[in-house]
């Protein structure tokens, strides 16, 4: 079936460096894409989201590029933070706003 | 943004026993909440979609009768875990979709961890 999935389980990273988090979809009729972060025992947050006719998305401190010629997504922290350290989900929005979630990486910032 | 709350934050109790876990909209009007299953270092799996005033659509392998699903008000949703078992200990999280907000984003709760003894 259709899926949403992540190159990297773990990411670790040195704090002020910048971190790059990778995900792969399958579904190529999807449209919407979101980031989410999720601190432990915590519900996710909302990061950033991108549409389908958009290849590139700035926050702040973060960049969600995507890539529909080979199904990529990808989110970009500036200057990573302890604060960021979470598992970081990109999912994949159907039909009738269902989420569809990656497995998720764990992001890990170095002092 | 948007701010989903949940009640309670963690329960435990005995297998058997029947949990209610609440999940508010505080700010805006949630057409349309989601019922996910978190299990430890996993992702998470969509359980079911409610909409306000009508029945909920369920994921296949969900049963139905025993997660029961109400959404009785644009503000409120609620899962029962009917007659729980240690099996369904796990974090539920809920999420919304909001008529003044984005159509498609949800916004989610903080969770609610169940340990079933």
């Known amino acids: 079936g259709e899926s949403v999935g992540l190159h990297l389980p773990t990411l670790s990273v040195q704090e002020g460096d910048n971190s790059i988090i990778n995900c792969a979809y399958s579904?190529?009729?999807?449209?919407?894409f979101i980031w989410y972060k999720q601190e432990s025992g915590k519900g996710p947050q909302f990061i950033i989201d991108?549409?389908?006719?958009?290849d590139k998305r700035q926050g702040q401190r973060v960049t969600v590029l995507l890539n529909k010629t080979v199904k990529h997504l990808s989110l970009q922290i500036a200057a990573t933070q302890p604060g960021d350290s979470a598992v970081y989900f990109c999912?994949?929005?159907?039909?009738?706003?269902?989420?569809?979630f990656g497995g998720g990486t764990r992001l890990m910032v170095k002092p | 943004g948007a701010v989903v709350s949940q009640h309670p934050s963690w329960v435990i109790c005995k297998s058997g026993t029947s949990v209610k876990i609440e999940c508010r909209s505080l700010?805006?009007?949630?057409?349309?909440m989601f019922w996910y299953r978190q299990f430890p270092k996993q992702s998470l799996m969509l359980m079911a979609t409610?909409?306000?005033?009508?029945?909920?659509?369920?994921e296949q392998g969900v049963e139905k009768d025993k997660f029961l699903i109400n959404h009785a008000s644009l503000t409120l949703s609620t899962l029962t875990v009917t007659s729980a078992h240690p099996e369904d200990s796990s974090f539920y999280i809920c999420?919304?979709?909001?008529?003044?907000?984005?159509?498609?984003?949800?916004?989610f709760g903080p969770g609610t961890r169940l340990t079933v003894l």
């Open positions: 999420s919304a979709i909001g008529l003044a907000r984005s159509t498609d984003t949800q916004y």
């Open positions: 579904n190529s009729a999807s449209d919407y």
């Open positions: 991108i549409r389908s006719n958009m």
């Open positions: 999912a994949e929005n159907n039909a009738g706003n269902m989420l569809t």
């Open positions: 700010d805006f009007q949630a057409t349309t």
């Open positions: 409610s909409n306000e005033g009508s029945k909920a659509t369920y």
